[in-house]
């Protein structure tokens, strides 16, 4: 587990979950620090949960919303844990995506000899939409190439981005998978990604944090 610096009760604190085997980054946001009766939001919500959701339990926040960066296994697989700890908070991502929760063919977990199922989203996100944890602002942009419905969300006022399997420190998804395509992610990065500021932060869905500066300059997939 691993989280961003937080100074001020007002600035994004981030706390990382690399779960399952898959070592699927999910992750607890907050706005200041995690402290008793704070709201927080989920992006993703992999195999092997528990350790999050104790967390969460534990620190006495509350989840306002799960955000899915993209509807693969390892990023939905907790979603009905998830919502048995937490029956109210509603889930969101992208509608292209919308039927991967309810198939294992299309979330890719029938290849892996098991059926991943997931609760129905409660609402969409599209490119542009501007969500709102207490006092910070977050811009939804669509990233598709690693799957058709991956969204990055982004604040840039503390240049952070949450990026989901679109770039990776490093790489980037994987585009060998039904529905993915290297064209159009590589588009996605140079479009979406590179144009932040260098200085951002990112978040990726596996691996470690990296900058768009850094991808930018020795990222050997993508190059501008």
């Not at 982004?154 to 064209?183: C, Q």
Request: net charge negative.
């Amino acid at each position: 587990m691993s989280n961003t610096p937080s100074n001020s009760d007002s600035r994004p604190y981030v706390q990382v979950f690399p779960l399952g085997g898959f070592q699927t980054n999910c992750m607890v946001l907050t706005c200041g620090e995690p402290t008793e009766g704070n709201s927080c939001w989920i992006i993703d919500c992999g195999y092997e949960p528990e350790q999050m959701l104790d967390s969460i339990t534990k620190q006495g926040l509350v989840p306002e919303k799960i955000i899915l960066t993209h509807a693969h296994a390892d990023h939905i697989a907790g979603l009905i844990e998830a919502r048995t700890r937490f029956p109210d908070v509603p889930i969101y991502m992208n509608e292209a995506e919308k039927s991967w929760l309810t198939d294992p063919m299309l979330n890719l977990s029938a290849a892996l000899g098991l059926s991943v199922t997931a609760p129905a989203p409660e609402g969409f996100l599209s490119e542009g939409d501007r969500l709102m944890l207490k006092e910070l602002e977050f811009r939804v942009v669509l990233t598709p190439g690693h799957s058709p419905g991956g969204i990055s969300v982004l604040n840039e006022e503390y240049k952070l981005a949450f990026v989901g399997d679109t770039l990776f420190s490093g790489s980037i998804g994987r585009t060998d998978f039904p529905g993915s395509s290297f064209e159009e992610l590589s588009e996605s990065i140079k479009t979406k990604l590179y144009v932040l500021d260098p200085e951002t932060v990112c978040f990726p869905g596996h691996g470690p944090t990296t900058t768009i500066g850094q991808e930018m300059n020795s990222n050997p997939f993508v190059k501008l």
